[in-house]
C-alpha cells in the first residue's frame, strides 16, 4: 500500500513570495490533515478535511494560509506571502475516517521543509 | 485548551537498555486516546502505540509499552532491548473526539542510542 505523498520536499523562498505544497493522501483515506510544525515543537494542526469538506481550519492563518481538497482525493496548501516564521515542516496525514475513535490512525507523509529567507 | 507537556528534550540510552519517556497532559475529559509517534530524521512520523483513557491496562507493542496513570494525568513509553533504530524524536499525542478533532502534540524527546 502507497503512503501519503508529498511534494516537494524542501523549498527555499523570499519573504512576501508565494508557495505551494502538494499532498495526495492514501487511497480510499476521506480524512486529510495538514499540520505545521516548527523547529523543536511538535506538530500543530492547520486544517482538516472530511472527502472536499473542511471539518477544522480554526488554527489556520487565513490571512495568508489557504488549502482547497477539490476532487476530496489530493490537497493544496499556499502560502501568500510567506513570512519568516512560516519557516516550518509542512506534514500532511491522512486516515479512514475522521478523528481517532475506533482503530483508525493518522498516517503521515514525509513532510515539505520550507525556509523563508 | 488540553496541553501536552513532555520535560525531558533528550534522553540516551545504551543499546540493550531500556528508556522510559516521560508525558503529563491536561484534560477535564474522562474519554480520551494517548499516542506515542516516533520521528526519525527522514520527517515521517510513525505510530509506536496507543492507549484508550477508558482502558485500564496498559498498551504494549512489542518492545514498547506504556505505563497510563490517568489519575496522575501521566502517560510514559518504556523502550525495552533499545537498538540504534530507536534513535528519533518521539512525540507524545492527545485527542478527544468530544472536545474537536484535533491531536495535540507535546514537544518532543530526542532519544540517542548509543552503541
Known amino acids: 500500500e502507497a503512503g501519503v505523498a508529498q511534494s516537494p520536499r524542501y523549498k527555499i523562498i523570499e519573504k512576501r513570495q508565494s508557495v505551494a505544497f502538494w499532498c495526495n493522501p492514501i487511497?480510499?483515506?476521506?480524512?486529510l490533515y495538514w499540520y505545521q510544525q516548527i523547529l523543536g515543537q511538535g506538530p500543530k494542526l492547520l486544517i482538516q478535511?472530511?472527502?472536499?469538506?473542511?471539518?477544522?481550519d480554526s488554527q489556520l492563518p487565513k490571512d495568508r494560509f489557504s488549502a482547497e481538497r477539490l476532487k476530496g482525493v489530493d490537497s493544496t496548501l499556499k502560502i501568500q506571502p510567506a513570512k519568516l516564521e512560516d519557516s516550518a515542516v509542512y506534514l500532511c496525514?491522512?486516515?479512514?475516517?475522521?478523528?481517532?475513535?475506533?482503530?483508525?490512525?493518522?498516517?503521515f507523509g514525509p513532510g515539505t521543509r520550507l525556509t523563508v529567507l | 485548551a488540553q496541553t501536552v507537556t513532555q520535560s525531558q528534550p533528550e534522553m540516551s540510552v545504551q543499546e540493550a537498555e531500556t528508556v522510559t519517556l516521560s508525558c503529563t497532559y491536561d484534560?477535564?475529559?474522562?474519554?480520551?486516546?494517548l499516542f506515542w509517534y516516533k520521528q526519525p530524521p527522514s520527517r515521517q512520523m510513525i505510530l509506536v502505540i496507543r492507549?484508550?483513557?477508558?482502558?485500564?491496562q496498559n498498551a504494549t507493542e512489542n518492545r514498547f509499552s506504556v505505563n497510563f496513570q490517568k489519575a496522575a494525568k501521566s502517560f510514559s513509553l518504556k523502550i525495552s532491548d533499545s537498538q540504534l533504530g530507536d534513535a528519533a524524536m518521539y512525540f507524545c499525542?492527545?485527542?478527544?473526539?468530544?472536545?474537536?478533532?484535533?491531536?495535540?502534540f507535546g514537544g518532543g524527546t530526542r532519544l540517542m542510542v548509543k552503541p
Open positions: 487511497s480510499g483515506h476521506a480524512t
Open positions: 492507549q484508550e483513557a477508558y482502558k485500564q
Open positions: 478535511f472530511q472527502n472536499n469538506g473542511v471539518v477544522d
Open positions: 499525542a492527545y485527542y478527544c473526539g468530544s472536545a474537536g478533532n484535533m491531536l495535540t
Open positions: 496525514a491522512s486516515s479512514l475516517e475522521p478523528g481517532l475513535g475506533g482503530t483508525d490512525t493518522q498516517y
Open positions: 484534560t477535564s475529559e474522562s474519554d480520551y486516546y
